[in-house]
């Protein structure tokens, strides 16, 4: 999943394998021509050091925030209460594994390793979305993150999809079809426990109480509160604030859950004729920050858990090496 809004500043110091970009005005006048013209840039393309290590960031953070979101889900496999949904549980987290991947290859082509990248999520200096630092507790979170967690990823996302970025665009439009699918099976779990027993539905209301406030934090800070929105806006990396997208997935949501018959948990949120929006409630931004800044429920337990998952998974990386280094001396020894 995730995006635009989590593209907050981190430690990592990621250092960009070719140099910074010289004072070049003439390279400039075209990069922002290109801006201009909704042209795409690619990775041969000059582009000013800005722009660079703002992608680096921002891609690096998505990728991150798609492995490590496979983490919550993934603990539900061994528990799914059928096969089909066990199926499509496992189809769903392999998705997110292979948003990583797209991603991270993006992220490759502005001059920064894998390696790199990984080292500055695992030593915990690297940002991912902070919704995955919190608990699933029962069954229905599966469903709720399918449908408000992936739900407020596609809105993040589908702008990204004409972003500026070649690489990043074309990665989006996989993405965000894929996404859809996960936000669809996640109402349908969610429809299927709300036509069953009392218990189902007060499990399925109980998660959504939980997530409600979470996914709308994930849109990001108040524009107000955005200082580098406007530069991504201008670079095109950024095409909808935080605030205008929050919007968007609140008015859309609201009729689902009236259809699904579950209540969002916040008695300020109305229809307002006026501006043909809801209104909402206060964003605890306090509990998002502190969140962000290691202090979740969760946080330590995700990033050991990466972190091992990565370690564990030395010996396949040493194997594909071997193999690769093998193919290569037998295509050497039939040309000689
Ligand atoms: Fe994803
Ligand atoms: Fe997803």
């Not at 496979?70 to 998705?95: C, F, H, T, Y």
């Not at 500055?120 to 630092?133: C, D, E, R, V």
Request: charged content about 25%; hydrophobic content about 35%; overall charge neutral.
């Amino acid at each position: 999943m995730y995006t635009q809004s989590f593209n907050v500043q981190d430690s990592t110091g990621l250092k960009s394998v070719t140099p910074p970009a010289v004072e070049n005005p003439e390279a400039q006048a075209r990069f922002d021509q290109k801006i201009d013209a909704d042209g795409k840039i690619e990775p041969q393309d000059w582009m000013p050091d800005g722009y660079r290590k703002t992608l680096v960031r921002q891609i690096s953070q998505h990728a991150h925030s798609e492995i490590v979101g496979m983490l919550p889900e993934g603990n539900w496999i061994s528990r799914a209460p059928s096969l089909k949904r066990k199926a499509i549980l496992i189809a769903k987290v392999q998705d997110e594994g292979g948003h990583g991947l797209y991603l991270y290859s993006a992220a490759e082509t502005l001059g920064t390793s894998r390696g790199q990248m990984l080292d500055a999520l695992h030593s915990g200096k690297a940002k991912y979305s902070s919704i995955f630092n919190y608990p699933t507790l029962n069954w229905a979170d599966v469903g709720v993150i399918g449908w408000l967690v992936d739900g407020a990823a596609i809105s993040n996302q589908i702008p990204l999809c004409r972003c500026s970025y070649g690489p990043y665009a074309r990665a989006m439009i996989r993405v965000c079809k894929e996404e859809s699918f996960h936000q669809r099976q996640g109402y349908e779990a969610l429809l299927t426990m709300m036509g069953g027993t009392d218990a189902q539905k007060a499990m399925v209301q109980d998660a959504v109480n939980r997530w409600w406030w979470k996914c709308l934090a994930m849109f990001g800070p108040p524009d107000a509160d955005s200082p580098h929105s406007a530069q991504a806006m201008r670079w095109g990396i950024k095409r909808i604030s935080n605030d205008d997208l929050r919007q968007k997935f609140i008015d859309a949501t609201v009729p689902q859950a009236r259809v699904l018959g579950v209540t969002l948990p916040d008695p300020d949120l109305k229809w307002n004729e006026e501006r043909q929006h809801h209104d909402y409630g206060q964003i605890d931004w306090d509990e998002f920050w502190s969140t962000v800044n290691g202090n979740g429920p969760c946080n330590k337990e995700r990033l050991a858990t990466r972190v091992k998952a990565h370690n564990d998974g030395q010996w396949v990386r040493d194997a594909a090496l071997a193999y690769s280094s093998k193919q290569l001396n037998k295509t050497l020894k039939d040309a000689a």
